[in-house]
């Protein structure tokens, strides 16, 4: 449901939105949205809003079930791991523990002393089955043409905060129920099994950033155009030994040059992008993904008497291979050449 309203002579525009979504999983989760867009002048536009909205898992957070050769990666709803969250420990107090044990062996302690002296270092899970992921945003932009209109920029910033942020977690499973051996079977990796498994951070979770795009018509023919994007997670608490995922480069840029119909019916167009290092996270596979430019560029010709564009162009020009995240392929050069008849 939304309902809008003008106000000031139509300066001021407010929109509330209310939406409700449901899943067999979960109540049903409302989610409220509010905008406001001020426009004193015709060139000059500011926008805010704020909305409050549920993510509910995705199939692979819920349901997963694969077996990865000593780690099975499961999801966090009851049906895909029933019984995994109540007798698990995690996995990271898990190598504290078995690392004192083999530290108080080394000095000359027994192994079965070394295990009682250090099992208060077990951390028993605590941390429960999926719930829908909350996010609370804060948006604000600006959108102008100066210069006479030479002069396009877009800006915009932005605040969220999350609640039950979904994540991953490495916790293990002793292969006994008998309290006393508990210990002893965790300190033997070959009597528990292992589980990378989806759930809820216990401590909220802010994602901020903004992104900044000018336009210029430096003559009737030209344009140099711009945008950088910054994104950012962070945690209050660093409690968790969770594995956020976030997976998100923290800047982004991107500079083009071009122009129509330069000489005669000849155009054409250079574009540099660049994308910064960031550590990837994921099922698969977790690493460093180096940072990366690539240039763009294509020149097109217009046969106006025929109605018929050619256009000649190459992403990543230079054939230089990256890779824009990990477990994927290397990307390399891509040559094309496009005809376009227009039939109007």
């Known amino acids: 449901m939304q309902a809008s309203k003008s106000l000031f002579d139509d300066k001021l525009k407010v929109t509330a939105t209310l939406r409700a979504d449901k899943n067999d999983d979960f109540d049903v989760k409302f989610n409220p949205r509010f905008t406001a867009v001020f426009s004193p002048t015709i060139e000059n536009n500011f926008r805010f809003s704020y909305q409050s909205g549920y993510r509910f898992p995705s199939i692979f957070e819920g349901f997963s079930n694969v077996n990865s050769g000593g780690v099975k990666r499961i999801g966090g709803l009851r049906i895909a791991s029933n019984g995994v969250f109540e007798n698990a420990y995690i996995r990271s107090s898990i190598d504290a523990f078995q690392a004192a044990v083999k530290n108080d062996f080394n000095a000359g302690t027994s192994t079965n002393a070394a295990i009682e002296k250090e099992k208060a270092l077990l951390v028993k899970n605590t941390y429960t089955y999926l719930k829908p992921e909350h996010i609370n945003s804060f948006e604000a932009g600006y959108k102008s043409l100066l210069f006479e209109g030479k002069l396009n920029i877009d800006a915009d910033v932005y605040y969220n905060q999350y609640d ?48 900044l795009g000018l336009s210029y018509n430096l003559s009737l023919k030209y344009v140099l155009t711009g945008n950088v994007s910054y994104a950012k997670l962070d945690q209050k608490s660093h409690d968790d030994a969770l594995e956020d995922g976030f997976n998100t480069p923290r800047l982004i840029t991107n500079v083009s040059f071009g122009g129509s119909h330069v000489i005669s019916n000849l155009g054409f167009n250079v574009l540099y992008k660049h994308q910064s290092g960031y550590y990837w996270q ?43 995240f990990l477990g994927g392929p290397a990307i390399g050069g891509f040559y094309y050449t496009t005809l376009t008849y227009n039939l109007l």
Do not use: C, H
């Open 164 to 211: 039950n942020f979904i994540a991953q977690l490495e916790m293990n499973v002793p292969n006994t129920s008998k309290p006393d051996s508990i210990p002893y079977y965790l300190n033997d990796k070959t009597k528990q099994a292992r589980y990378r498994v989806w759930t809820n951070s216990k401590s909220t979770v802010y994602n901020f950033g903004g992104s």
């Open 282 to 324: 994921s099922f698969l596979v977790n690493g460093d993904v180096k940072a990366y430019g690539t240039i763009d560029a294509q020149v097109n010709y217009d046969f106006v008497k025929t109605k018929l564009n050619l256009k000649i162009g190459a992403s990543n020009l230079t054939n230089k291979y990256y890779n824009s």
